[in-house]
């Protein structure tokens, strides 16, 4: 079988060249990243850089070496107008946005609480384009989205991406830094006895989210007749991947504990990507009452409530929100 670099996949994708680049770009980046992340203990960079960033969270130092790194990089690409990133407060406009130029929404790196331990974290990223020459709104629906994935930083370096189309997955080789086709038409298995949640948020769910996890834990004893298992990794990327590669369903709801900020997990570099990657791969991706990529933002940094994973499980969730919602 003849090999399919990342250059070549894209480019027989048919995209504008344009976005080839920046998709380029942003895999260049997450090649850099991965070395970052790969030698941060050499460089004295696992820690915490001791800056407080827009989210109120404490920064990793790698987190700000990884936004650096696509800024650099992704400012290269002609057509890229703004970037909207977790680590920047305000949106970073490259030029004077004219029709159809691209906007780059990104999490330079997710998980970043694993780094310390030497477990997996990744990036994620989604492109979107200016609506009209001189236009610098940014706040546009996922359903906007050209085109989205992540980079996984695990035992092999993988960069996930779709173009509107099939979810492809490319493998980092060591040595050369290529990235090579190895998953062509990744699908989220329709059934699924996983799910994902941080359980230690148990007292501040709501009614739906206990019930069904309650469900789960029930398992063969209970209305769902089987057992289920769980995992939590605290990075999503690593979850969606799980998700991609064997099934499940991942949830980081809104709880009583969050709600005023509107949930834990971004909108627009977090929860939109992922959204439009498991859509694509025949899952769902639901806030409990909408989906996900339907969502009008109101703020390039707004939290939202995320569900996603394998269809039907998906839809249990609607539905238990749903029946809620009627006795309310
Ligand atoms: P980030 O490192 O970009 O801030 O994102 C972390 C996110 C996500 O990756 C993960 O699912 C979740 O936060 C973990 O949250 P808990 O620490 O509450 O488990
Ligand atoms: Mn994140
Ligand atoms: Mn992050």
Redesign the pocket.
């Known amino acids: 079988m003849t090999e399919v670099t990342l250059r070549r996949y894209l480019t027989e994708s048919g995209l504008d060249p344009n976005l080839i680049f920046l998709l380029e770009d942003i895999a260049s980046s997450c090649r850099n990243v991965a070395n970052q992340v790969r030698n941060g203990a050499f460089e004295g960079n696992l820690g915490s850089a001791n800056v407080t960033n827009v989210q109120g969270?404490t920064q990793k130092t790698l987190d700000i070496i990884a936004n650096d790194e696509f800024e650099r990089i992704c400012a290269n690409s002609p057509r890229l107008a703004a970037l909207v990133s977790?680590e920047v407060e305000d949106v970073t406009w490259l030029k004077e946005p004219e029709a159809e130029d691209y906007l780059l929404y990104f999490?330079p790196?997710?998980?970043?609480?694993n780094l310390d331990v030497n477990l997996s974290v990744g990036s994620i990223f989604a492109v979107m384009q200016v609506q009209a020459d001189g236009d610098r709104n940014v706040l546009h629906s996922g359903r906007n989205q050209l085109c989205a994935g992540y980079a996984l930083y695990g035992p092999s370096t993988m960069f996930v991406v779709t173009v509107g189309t099939k979810v492809a997955g490319f493998t980092c080789q060591h040595g050369t830094g290529d990235f090579r086709l190895t998953h062509p038409d990744m699908k989220v298995p329709e059934e699924t006895s996983e799910y994902a949640i941080?359980t230690s948020r148990y007292r501040y769910w709501d009614a739906p989210v206990r019930r069904y996890v309650d469900e789960c834990v029930a398992g063969s004893q209970g209305v769902r007749e089987r057992s289920f298992n769980m995992r939590?990794t605290?990075?999503?990327?690593a979850?969606i991947h799980r998700i991609l590669t064997r099934g499940g369903v991942f949830l980081?709801p809104a709880d009583s504990n969050n709600r005023a900020a509107g949930g834990?997990?971004r909108l627009m570099y977090?929860a939109n990507p992922m959204a439009m990657v498991i859509e694509l791969a025949g899952g769902a991706a639901s806030t409990g009452t909408e989906a996900i990529m339907d969502i009008q933002p109101d703020g390039h940094h707004q939290r939202v409530p995320v569900i996603l994973g394998s269809r039907a499980e998906v839809e249990r969730l609607d539905a238990y929100h749903a029946a809620e919602a009627k006795i309310d």
């Open positions: 969270e977790e999490d790196l997710d998980g970043s609480s941080n939590w605290a990075s999503m990327v979850e980081y834990k997990l977090e």
